[in-house]
């Protein structure tokens, strides 16, 4: 129940590696540094070209970082490139506006990076993945393919594996996200108010982690409501709902639902 297969499929999953050798799924998250470094290749040097914040609008396509000649059809769901009349298929949109703190960042195929975005290396970001208007990615983050890492939501030295949606305002610190959704303002906390090793609590019994901080890992199919929270040291188990305004606690067993005990009272004003 608390290893990585029994929380995510992982076939094909270009971050699989990650947990090789892992006896508890968090023993990723003290890998994670050392791993992103180790299987980056960085492509956007020639976007950043020595600026923070990139100017104009640069399409990468096919290793190469186009600045003029083409156009952007937004008529659709997602923005197509357009060049000489033809759809630039796997070309990625980095808007001007956006902002890259180092070169150590590999932007994949699909991908678009909206402006007010702020990305810090090392950092990795798959394919067919949205980068919203003021996102916050600080370094040491991995995010798959099909992700959404939305409007003021804030990455730090987490990992999405694929198909993980947190559309807006999510905190995600020391955090692994399987193909989740979160709701608007969820927020993993990944340091405790006395700031010592967590812990991840299972059916009254204890598991040290080795970890001062680490937030939440949440299997396949978990879902959350707007303005949850999950403490530090908590892992949700596939298909688990966490309800709108509700905290969790250690370890939730697949396919439950967690809410709030007390509910509100509705009086007439009269």
Known sequence: MLKASDLFDLDGNPFADLFEGTEYVWDALKKLKKYVNSVIVPNISAVRNGNVM?????????????DSGFSID??????????DGKVL???SIIYAGS????????????TVIEPGALIKGPSVICNSTEVRQGAYLRGECLVGNDCVVGH???????????GSKAGHFAYIGDSILGKVNLGAGTKLANLKVFEIEVAVHVSGTAYPTGLKK??????DGVETGCNSVTTPGTILGKYVR???????RGYCPPSKIIKTTARPVIEDLR
């Not at 104009?56 to 190469?64: A, S």
């Not at 937004?74 to 060049?83: A, F, R, Y």
């Not at 680490?214 to 299997?219: E, R, T």
């Open 74 to 83: 937004t008529s659709g769901k997602k923005p197509l490139v357009i060049l």
């Open 54 to 66: 990139i100017p104009r609008t640069v399409i990468l396509y096919d290793g190469k970082a186009l």
């Open 242 to 248: 966490l309800y709108p305004g509700a905290t969790a």
């Open 89 to 91: 298929k796997g070309a």
């Open 152 to 162: 003021t939501t804030e990455l730090k030295s987490a990992v999405m594996l694929g």
């Open 214 to 219: 680490f937030g939440a890992i949440m299997g």
């Open 99 to 110: 902002f890259f703190m180092d070169d150590m960042i590999y932007i994949g195929k699909d």
